[in-house]
């Protein structure tokens, strides 16, 4: 009976846990949250160009908040100092 296993994570009996074909405890190491989190929903890690954007629109998420502050969409990306 094969238990723990999914397309997400499973044991390796050598390896120990793995994320996506990834050793959890190198992972813990080496990479940040957001590109293990990446990892988790797509299936892959982020290239560059990818994890500038997750950040670019952690930053924009960020100044949502601020929404009722902003007057304008431009003033909303200036806040989340995102280019216009």
Known sequence: MIA???EICWVDP???LMYRGYD???M???ATF???AYLL???ELPSA???LREEGAKKLLAAAWKLDEAKTPNEL???AKMPV
């Open 4 to 6: 723990g296993e999914t």
């Open 14 to 16: 050598n390896a120990g």
């Open 24 to 26: 959890i405890h190198q």
């Open 28 to 30: 813990a190491e080496k």
């Open 34 to 36: 957001e590109e293990i």
């Open 41 to 43: 929903l797509n299936g």
């Open 49 to 51: 160009k990818e994890l």
């Open 77 to 79: 990306l200036m806040r």
